[in-house]
């Protein structure tokens, strides 16, 4: 299962982040960033390079196209990691899953269960 990008272009200087969302999805573009989320069951794509994104409690799905970010989730459905030099924790998958389902298709890219 893939998720669809939405389409946007924004210019960010470093340090800057720009989230848009709906009810059900939130683009995250950003650089050098901290940021945390709360995944009330949304899809998060995040485009951004050496950011740390956590998102607390369950999300739908997370699709990484950046590159050398951190990104840390509790419960999560499907995981994409599309970019390169990416970590990705998780620490259950939905609906009793123990893991979610998983796709890498970029260089280096660390899916991994925390369990805790």
Known sequence: M???MLGCSASLAIGQSVVRG?????????SNQKLSFDGANKTFQILGHDDEVTVTGDC????VLGT???VI???VGVIQA???GNLITYRRGLNGDATPK???TGENNKV???GQ
């Open 22 to 30: 709906t009810d059900t999805a939130q683009q995250i573009m950003a």
């Open 102 to 104: 998983i796709a890498t």
């Open 73 to 75: 989730l509790d419960g």
């Open 60 to 63: 739908f799905a997370v699709s």
């Open 2 to 4: 893939f998720i669809a």
């Open 82 to 84: 599309g970019g390169s």
């Open 68 to 70: 050398n970010n951190k």
């Open 112 to 114: 991994v269960a925390t």
